[in-house]
């Protein structure tokens, strides 16, 4: 299997395009993506910046969150010809394929801004756009978490430096990479949490049964009530 982390920056559409805001609130302004194969290793990188369409220029937060400039973004491509391009990459990887990103929501984003845009997504596509982990969920219920972990935080928890920027699309994908290994991989999640949890498994223990092994207590049952 073939992992595409992906990571999608973002710049704000204006409040004077009200009709447009009805359907998607951000356009994307950057791609990042890496491949990995079955054993979580980096096999090739995607990044490409995207010119918005309601915004000749990138607002000072989202340049200041990202470092993404309006220079930057000035020759990129549009929406559908970096989205098409995209899927392309994809594409070239044989066999079966898993989508990766901290959280739902770019994969929401690209669904949105397609809806605005008049893009219709192929069969080929559709298909990638169904195979979407949400990553920041899994680790959320590994952890116990009961609140939506950053990435910084997850990182932080996991003993990881964060590599590049933060809120760069390529470097937050190799971040969010570099967490999808140790939570795939039960030796390092065991090393890295202190707990064993075989992913193999594909479940979450929902009871304290599920959490305890109680095989191993000696229970007297005479002393039960």
């Known amino acids: 299997m073939v992992h595409i982390v992906v990571d999608l920056e973002m710049n704000a559409i204006p409040a004077r395009c009200q009709k447009e805001r009805q359907y998607a609130k951000m356009e ?3 791609i990042g993506a890496v491949a990995l194969n079955d054993k979580y290793e980096e096999i090739d990188s995607y990044s490409t910046y995207v010119k918005p369409q309601y915004d000749d220029k990138v607002e000072e937060f989202y340049t200041h969150l990202t470092g993404i400039t309006t220079k930057m973004i000035s020759d990129a491509p549009d929406f559908k010809t970096a989205i098409d391009d995209f899927f392309l990459w994809i594409e070239h990887f044989e066999g079966e394929i898993e989508v990766v990103s901290w959280s739902m929501s770019d994969r929401q984003q690209i669904f949105q801004e397609a809806r605005l845009k008049e893009y219709s ?7 990638v756009l169904d195979q979407w982990t949400d990553l ?10 009961d609140h939506r972990t950053s990435l910084a935080d997850a990182c ?3 003993g990881l430096s964060m590599e590049g920027k ?11 990479a570099h967490l999808l290994h140790i939570l795939r991989d039960d030796d390092l999640y065991e090393k890295t949490f202190g707990k ?4 193999q498994e594909k479940s979450r223990p929902t009871t304290i049964g ?3 092994d109680f095989t191993q207590f000696d229970f ?5 009530n």
């Open 28 to 30: 994307i302004i950057q």
């Open 121 to 127: 997504f192929d069969t080929f596509e559709s298909y």
């Open 136 to 145: 920041q969920l899994e680790f959320d219920r590994l952890e116990f978490m």
């Open 156 to 158: 932080s928890a996991a």
């Open 166 to 176: 933060l809120h760069n699309g390529l470097d937050d994908a190799r971040n969010t």
């Open 196 to 199: 064993v949890y075989s992913y």
């Open 210 to 212: 599920d959490v305890i």
């Open 220 to 224: 007297d049952e005479s002393q039960k």
